[in-house]
């Protein structure tokens, strides 16, 4: 292709992705369509010929933007989603362009040298064991099951066993150990793992969803053999976080590998005024934790954080004749991966753009304004929020003077009519037998004004639905 054309088709892409961005403020928060109009949008055969590449990206843009949900705008509060910020954005079209395979540091000495620096910085910010190497991957649910690979082959190794030489038929039992309310993508990490979902033995939470020490403590002293833990920082619903300490005590006192799932959670970590959240979680043995929501890096982006480096590079490695070795970190070494992009650019972008500072302003201002929401949502009869407000997660209960199936049903109601309605958007759980409405912030955009806006919007949805229904 010539540098004209190239240039006309990536600056037609800059402009676009500037326009879509520069509206994000005051546009729905909803996508302007369902599933299937999208679908049918999309609807066509392979097409048998080549054709222009500014055609082909305007056509895209032109079928994907009306079913494109407003995830980067400051009034998005579904699930736990970061804003992608431009600084990320920016370096990952680098990232695209540049095309590196970045699974060997001598194939590529760039973007391995980033990943381990961006790997230092993280384990500073986080405040984690430096001793830890930090795997690069797609996010926490991979992140997750990359620590619990290399816990795996190390309770295993100590016990006499070569899990990655001979896999687990015959291998001495493994036990499994966890909260009651753990992230259902743990439980896809056990199951790729070989150690099933089901076999785990959960540990009964309290009601913010965390850990009773207790009840752990008597649970792990009851198990021999090789024990695997596996704790919360960030309770998807509370945002709560799991005794680390006392947790970590009773594992470490019986052999146990502790790992923790702090997809979002971990961040209260460089937070100091949330720092404490977090206290003796550096206890543990590994981490989970995504660059694509807190850190607001473009998805995929997570990081798989093990103590023991020796284990995670046994549990991770990919060895083959034609791959060159030597004494460099090569990022495939820590990773599922062999062929992938190179996540470090736009994590090193993010850091170096936010600074630590930038990042413990971000956390602590999110954590404020999860706490005027729920301020703002509590000062309304029959509206209550079920969560202490540690962090960015708030619980949202209506109708507590009706019973739960009408109050279930006006939910679920609510939360579509909030959707409709587009000022903001959030989304549904069922949490302690009720359903709910789960608000989390923690787009880099939102102002303390998108919050108010977004509460009155909730709560004028919230007594239209109760007025059809009275
Ligand atoms: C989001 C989340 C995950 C899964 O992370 P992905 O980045 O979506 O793979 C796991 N655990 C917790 C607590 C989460 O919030």
């Not at 038929?169 to 499994?176: E, I, K, R, S």
């Amino acid at each position: 292709m010539d540098a004209d054309k190239m240039r006309a088709v990536l600056r037609d892409v800059a402009e676009r992705a500037v326009m879509y961005r520069s509206g994000r403020a005051e546009a729905p928060a909803r996508p302007a369509q369902t599933y299937a109009e999208a679908r049918a949008a999309f609807e066509a055969a392979v097409p048998e010929h080549g054709a222009p590449i500014e055609q082909v990206i305007a056509e895209l843009a032109s079928l994907a933007e009306p079913g494109l949900a407003n995830m980067v705008g400051p009034r998005f509060f579904g699930w736990v989603i970061g804003a992608t910020e431009p600084a990320g954005v920016a370096a990952d079209w680098l990232t695209s362009a540049w095309g590196q395979n970045t699974g060997n540091a001598h194939a590529t000495p760039a973007s391995s040298a980033c990943e381990e620096v961006s790997g230092r910085w993280l384990l500073d910010l986080l405040d984690l064991p430096r001793e830890s190497s930090v795997g690069f991957v797609t996010g926490a649910t991979i992140a997750n099951f990359t620590c619990l690979a290399a816990a795996r082959g190390e309770v295993l190794r100590r016990v006499g066993w070569d899990v990655e030489a001979d896999g687990l038929f015959g291998a001495p039992n493994v036990h499994v150990v966890l909260g009651e309310e753990a992230h259902s993508t743990v439980f896809s990490g056990l199951r790729y793992l070989g150690l099933g979902a089901k076999r785990v033995v959960s540990v009964p939470v309290t009601e913010q969803g965390l850990m009773k020490p207790s009840a752990f403590a008597r649970t792990i002293e009851k198990l021999d053999g090789p024990i695997i833990a596996i704790a919360q920082a960030g309770h998807i619903n509370s945002g709560g976080f799991d005794p680390f300490t006392e947790i970590a005590e009773a594992a470490h006192a019986k052999g146990a590998w502790l790992h923790i799932d702090g997809a979002f959670g971990l961040w209260a970590r460089a937070c100091p005024d949330r720092a404490h959240l977090g206290h003796g979680l550096e206890l543990a043995d590994s981490w989970g934790v995504d660059g694509h929501k807190w850190l607001q890096t473009p998805h995929d982006s997570g990081y798989a954080i093990v103590r023991n480096a020796e284990a995670h590079r046994r549990a991770m490695l990919i060895a083959a004749s034609y791959l060159p070795e030597g004494q460099e970190r090569h990022p495939a070494d820590y990773a599922p991966e062999l062929s992938r992009r190179a996540r470090g650019f736009a994590t090193w972008a993010m850091i170096k753009s936010l600074g630590r500072e930038g990042i413990a302003s971000m956390v602590s201002c999110h954590c404020e304004q999860a706490r005027r929401m729920a301020e703002r949502l509590s000062a309304e009869p029959s509206v209550e929020v079920m969560n202490d407000v540690v962090l960015n997660q708030v619980a949202v209960r209506l109708g507590t003077d009706m019973d739960g199936a009408t109050a279930d049903a006006l939910t679920d109601r609510t939360i579509a009519r909030i959707q409709r309605d587009g000022v903001c958007f959030v989304g549904g759980a069922n949490w302690r037998g009720r359903q709910i409405i789960r608000i989390s912030v923690i787009s880099a955009n939102t102002t303390d004004a998108d919050i108010d806006r977004s509460a009155d919007a909730l709560l004028s949805a919230w007594r239209a639905e109760r007025h059809t229904n009275a």
